[in-house]
C-alpha cells in the first residue's frame, strides 16, 4: 500500500482568504472563520467541497506572518503554528500553551486512499464527544468507527450505531478545544486506544484531511462555535414536548383512538400519538392501509378533538410495484439510486425489494417534500424518518452504487440527514406557518437544523437506559439537542420497576417517547397495575409541570446550541469526579435541574453533586456540594436536585400542551449564594411567528446581596398565555423574601403578583 507522510512546504501563497501550502504530495488551504475557529483542509487533489454540515463562510481575510521555520496564522484568541519541515499543525492559545499538536512525526498521512492525522496525546487529555457513541463519557483509551448503521438488538457497547458526529472536545491542563473533522466518508477516531499512549488519531477511507479546528476556552464556548458552525435548531412545536405514546404498531384507527381516549380517561397528560408502518397498504410510503386506516381524515379530526397529535413514520425504501404512484414517479424521472451502468440499486426492506430515492439530489428532495400532502392533507404534523442509515435487512449496501455523482462510500453517512432535510423542507411548505416535527434515526453533523433524533432500537434492561443517557448527553456536545430514547426500552419486555424508573427518567429527556417492539407486551402507562400507574401519571404530570422552563430551555438550543441534557462535563470540565463512572451518567436537565439515573433495581444511590449548594427537588432537603452523597432513591422519588440560585418557571397540570391551563406561571427560586439569572422565553409554540418578532421574553434575575428578584422589560410582542405570576421561594429567610418580592411587583408591568409563603 502506498503511504505518504505530508512532507516539507515548497511554496507559500496567499489567494484572498486562503492561504495556501504546497508540498510534494499534497497541499493545505488554511481559513479563518472566527476568532476562535480556523479550518485546515489537506488534499492531495483539492477539489471545491460542498459541506453537508457547515453553514458558515470563512471570514474575508486571513492574517499570517511567516518565518524560516514556520507560518503563523494568529487570531485574537488561538494561534495556529505551520511548521513548515515538515509541514506540521500545531494550535495554541494567544498566551502560547499547547492545545493541540500533530504527532511530529506522522502528522497528516495517507495510506492508499485512507487519509489519517496523528496527533499529540497530552498525558492528562480526556475527550468527549462523537454524539451518538456507547463507552464512557471520557473517551480516552477508546476507539469509534462513524458508519451509519441499523443496528437491532445492539449491546451497550456496540458500535458503529446509526448516526455520525466527527466532532470531540479535547480537555487537558486546565485547556479546551474542539475539532470537527467533515469529512463523510467511513471515519475512524483513537483515543489513545492503539497506541501505548504515544498519539490520538483520527482519519477516513477517503475524501481529504478537512478540518475545523475550535479554540474558544470553555466546553459552552466550544459548543456555541460548533453549533454556529453547523447550525441550530428552530424552535419545536410545543406539542412534540409532551408525552408521546408509540408503538410497533397500533394497528388500526381503531387502535389509535381507545389509546388516546383511555389517556384521556385515566387523567394521564400526553399529547402524540403515533402510527407505526403498518399504518400503511403493504407498507408503500404515502399511501394508507386502506381496511385498517379506512379514514385517516377523520381519525386525526378526532384526536384532534381530543388535543392529541399525529406522527406517522416514513422509510426510504419505495416498494418495486408498477402502479404505485410513487415508484411510477421515480422511474419516470430516475429519482433512484443507481449503479454505473444506469441500473438501479434493489434491496429488501419491510415491503419486500425496494428502490432508494437519491437525497442528495435537489429534485428528488422537492419530489418526496411534495409527495408528504398523502399525509398532510389528512392533518400528520409529525413525520417520522426511519431505516435511513440506509437499512437492507442487514445487508451491506455494494459500494458501486451512486447518490448524485458521489458512490456510496463518499456519502452514506450523510444519506440520513438529506432524507430529514427533505422532509423538513417538504412539510414546512406543506404545513404553511405551522413548525413541522421531524425525527430522524440516522444523521450527521448539521442534523439539528432539520429534525430530531431518537437513538434507535434499545433493549428493555437497566444498562441500556443509563446508556441511552449517556447516548443524549453525548449527542448534546455534539449539537443535537432535542433527543429522545425509546423509553421502556424497544427490545424485550421491562420489569414493571424498569417501566416506572425509566418514565420517570424520561421526564428529563429532552424528547418524551414511550416505544416498543412489536411482539413485547404493551407499555402503556395503565398497563402495570394502579400503583404504578399512579406513580407514572405523577411523573408524567411533572414533566408538564416543567413546560414553561423546559421551552425556555429549548429557546437556548436555538440561541447558542447549548443542549437541554447537559452532561455534567460541559458546565463543571474541571471537576474529576464527574468523569467517574460511577457519576458519569448525571446530567443537567436545562440550567439547574441536576438529574441522576438511577437503575431500577436500586432504591438508596450514591449521587456526586459539583460545588455549591443543591435541593433535593422533591424534598427541598439542602445539600452541600463537592461531594457525594447518598440518597433515598425509590422508584417514586428520582434523585433530582435543584442547583442553589435556580429561577424555575412552572405551570399547572394540563392533559395537554393545547389545553390553555389555569394562566398561572409559578416562577421557583431557590436561594443561592450569588447571582443568578434566567432568561424566560414564550411564543405561540406552533408557528414562525417568532421569527418576526413575534415572542414574549424577559430576563429574572436574583440578587442575594442587595436582596433583590427583578424581571427586565419584558421583549417581543407575543402576549403571554399566563396572566399572573406567583412567586415561589424556597431556602428564602422570611425578611430577605417579604421586602424583595414587594419591589419585583411592582417591577413587574403587565402581570398581578401573588405571592406564597
Ligand atoms: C425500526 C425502528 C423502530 C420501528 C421499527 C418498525 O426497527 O428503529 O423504531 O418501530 O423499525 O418500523
Known amino acids: 500500500m502506498q503511504t505518504e507522510i505530508l512532507g516539507n512546504a515548497e511554496g507559500i501563497k496567499q489567494h484572498g482568504n486562503v492561504l495556501i501550502i504546497k508540498t510534494p504530495e499534497a497541499e493545505a488551504r488554511v481559513w479563518v472563520y472566527s476568532p476562535t475557529i480556523i479550518s485546515v483542509c489537506i488534499s492531495r487533489e483539492y477539489r471545491e467541497y460542498e459541506s453537508f454540515a457547515v453553514i458558515q463562510e470563512p471570514a474575508d481575510k486571513i492574517d499570517f506572518t511567516e518565518t524560516d521555520k514556520e507560518v503563523v496564522i494568529a487570531t485574537s484568541a488561538l494561534q495556529l503554528r505551520v511548521s513548515k519541515s515538515p509541514l506540521r499543525f500545531n494550535f495554541y492559545t494567544v498566551d502560547d ?89 467511513k471515519s475512524y477516531f483513537d483515543f489513545g486506544a492503539t497506541t501505548d499512549d504515544q ?40 406539542w412534540s414536548l409532551g408525552y408521546q405514546q408509540c408503538r410497533w404498531s397500533y394497528m388500526s384507527a381503531d387502535e389509535i383512538l381507545d389509546i388516546a381516549e383511555n389517556f384521556r380517561k385515566e387523567k394521564i397528560p400526553a399529547d402524540v400519538m403515533y402510527c407505526d408502518i403498518d399504518y400503511m397498504d403493504d407498507y408503500k410510503i404515502f399511501t394508507w392501509n386502506k381496511k385498517t386506516f379506512a379514514d385517516p381524515k377523520g381519525m386525526i379530526a378526532k384526536l384532534k378533538a381530543m388535543h392529541f397529535k399525529l406522527v406517522t413514520i416514513v422509510d426510504p425504501g419505495i416498494k418495486v410495484e408498477k402502479g404505485y404512484k410513487q415508484y411510477d414517479d421515480g ?113 450527521y453533523s448539521g442534523t439539528q437544523r432539520y429534525s430530531a433524533v431518537w437513538t434507535g432500537d434499545n433493549s428493555a434492561y437497566d444498562a441500556h437506559m443509563l446508556l441511552g443517557q449517556r447516548l443524549v448527553n453525548s449527542l448534546g456536545i455534539t449539537g443535537i439537542s432535542m433527543v429522545g430514547v425509546d423509553i421502556g426500552g424497544f427490545s424485550g419486555d421491562p420489569t414493571p420497576e424498569l417501566m416506572v424508573r425509566w418514565n420517570s427518567l424520561g421526564v428529563y429527556t429532552p424528547m418524551f417517547r414511550n416505544h416498543a417492539q412489536q411482539g413485547t407486551i404493551m407499555r402503556e402507562p395503565w398497563v402495570w397495575g394502579k400503583k404504578n400507574e ?55 436537565f436545562g440550567d439547574a435541574i441536576l438529574v441522576a439515573p438511577v437503575e431500577s433495581t436500586r432504591f438508596t444511590e450514591e449521587v456526586y453533586l459539583p460545588g455549591g449548594e443543591w435541593y433535593r427537588f422533591s424534598t427541598g432537603e439542602k445539600f452541600k456540594g463537592g461531594r457525594a452523597v447518598t440518597v433515598p432513591a425509590p422508584l417514586t422519588d428520582l434523585p433530582v436536585f435543584i442547583k442553589a440560585g435556580a429561577i424555575i418557571p412552572m405551570q399547572n397540570v394540563i392533559q395537554s400542551t393545547s389545553e390553555k391551563g389555569d394562566g398561572l406561571l409559578e416562577i421557583s427560586v431557590w436561594y443561592g449564594s450569588e447571582t443568578s439569572s434566567f432568561v424566560y422565553y414564550e411564543d405561540d409554540g406552533s408557528s414562525y411567528d417568532y421569527q418576526k418578532g413575534d415572542y414574549y421574553k424577559r430576563e429574572i434575575r436574583f440578587d442575594p446581596v442587595k436582596g433583590e428578584i427583578t424581571f427586565s422589560k419584558v421583549e417581543g410582542s407575543f402576549q403571554s398565555k399566563y396572566d399572573r405570576i406567583r412567586l415561589v421561594l424556597h431556602g428564602f429567610e422570611k425578611n430577605v423574601k417579604t421586602t424583595n418580592v414587594r419591589d419585583v411587583i411592582f417591577n413587574n408591568d403587565r402581570a398581578a403578583i401573588k405571592i406564597d409563603y
Not at 437499512?391 to 432524507?419: I, S, T
Open 331 to 443: 422511474i419516470d424521472k430516475d429519482y433512484f439510486a443507481k449503479y454505473p451502468d444506469g441500473e438501479k440499486y434493489v434491496a429488501n426492506v419491510w415491503p419486500g425489494r425496494c428502490h432508494f430515492p437519491d437525497f442528495f439530489r435537489k429534485d428528488v428532495r422537492e419530489w418526496w417534500g411534495k409527495s408528504f400532502t398523502a399525509l398532510t392533507n389528512p392533518g400528520v404534523e409529525g413525520f417520522w424518518n426511519d431505516m435511513n442509515e440506509p437499512a437492507a435487512w442487514g445487508q451491506n449496501m455494494p459500494w458501486l452504487v451512486k447518490f448524485g455523482d458521489k458512490y456510496m462510500p463518499e456519502v452514506r453517512n450523510a444519506y440520513g440527514m438529506e432524507m430529514a432535510k427533505a422532509t423538513y423542507e417538504g412539510t414546512k411548505k406543506l404545513l404553511g406557518n405551522k413548525r413541522p416535527f421531524v425525527l430522524t434515526r440516522a444523521a
Open 97 to 185: 500553551k499547547v492545545l493541540s499538536e500533530d504527532d511530529p512525526r506522522f502528522g497528516v498521512n495517507w495510506q492508499g486512499e485512507r487519509v489519517i492525522n496523528y496527533r499529540k496525546l497530552v498525558a492528562d487529555e480526556k475527550f468527549i464527544g462523537l454524539g451518538e457513541k456507547t463507552g464512557n463519557l471520557n473517551r480516552r483509551g477508546s476507539s469509534y468507527v462513524n458508519w451509519n448503521t441499523d443496528a437491532p438488538l445492539h449491546g451497550v457497547d456496540a458500535d458503529p450505531l446509526y448516526k455520525t458526529f466527527p466532532f470531540f472536545v479535547g480537555l487537558h491542563s486546565g485547556l479546551t478545544y474542539g475539532l470537527f473533522f467533515d469529512n463523510t466518508h
Open 534 to 588: 399512579d406513580i407514572i401519571r405523577k411523573d408524567i404530570e411533572q414533566r408538564y409541570r416543567l413546560l414553561p422552563y423546559l421551552y425556555s430551555s429549548y429557546y437556548q438550543s436555538c440561541q447558542t446550541g447549548m443542549p437541554v441534557s447537559r452532561t455534567l462535563a460541559i458546565n463543571y470540565t474541571g471537576d474529576e469526579n464527574v468523569y467517574d463512572v460511577k457519576y458519569q451518567n448525571e446530567f443537567l
Open 199 to 238: 498519539m490520538s488519531w483520527f482519519g477516513a477511507d477517503g475524501g481529504d484531511m478537512n478540518y475545523y479546528f475550535l479554540g474558544a476556552q470553555s466546553v459552552p464556548k466550544i459548543i456555541e462555535d460548533y453549533t454556529w458552525l453547523t447550525g441550530r435548531m428552530e424552535m419545536p412545536p410545543l
